[in-house]
Nanobody, 122 residues
Framework: QVQLVESGGGLVQAGGSLRLSCAVSGRTFSMYSMGWFRQAPGKEREFVANITMSAGSTYYSDSVKGRFSISRDNAKNTVYLQMNSLKPDDTAVYYC???????????????WGQGTQVTVSS
């Protein structure tokens, strides 16, 4: 069983920064590509960013490109999401997810964390 635990969410003013972390346990972390998704109130969950198993490749949604950065530390079994220049529209519950493949859809991911709330005030 793979367990994912997010942390680092909170309340921040527009223009500020936060770094989310996702600690993974239970299986060999480097086997998985990792993704971040988010779900705003009243909206469907959407893809934010992902990173391949070796961290050789990353991909971002257009809405966060240039502001967010995903990274991973395979020695610490942790994936990060650095979020800069935050906007009120970034307010959502952020989820990390693990995949044995690599993709942008929720269905590509096999394991999910419980989510962490990010609130950006204007």
């Amino acid at each position: 069983q793979v367990q994912l635990v997010e942390s680092g969410g909170g309340l921040v003013q527009a223009g500020g920064s936060l770094r989310l972390s996702c600690a993974v346990s239970g299986r060999t972390f480097s086997m998985y590509s990792m993704g971040w998704f988010r779900q705003a109130p009243g909206k469907e969950r959407e893809f934010v960013a992902n990173i391949t198993m070796s961290a050789g490749s990353t991909y971002y949604s257009d809405s966060v490109k240039g502001r967010f950065s995903i990274s991973r530390d395979n020695a610490k079994n942790t994936v990060y999401l650095q979020m800069n220049s935050l906007k009120p529209d970034d307010t959502a519950v952020y989820y990390c997810a693990a995949s044995l493949a690599y993709g942008l859809a929720e269905s590509d991911y096999h394991y999910w964390g419980q989510g962490t709330q990010v609130t950006v005030s204007s």
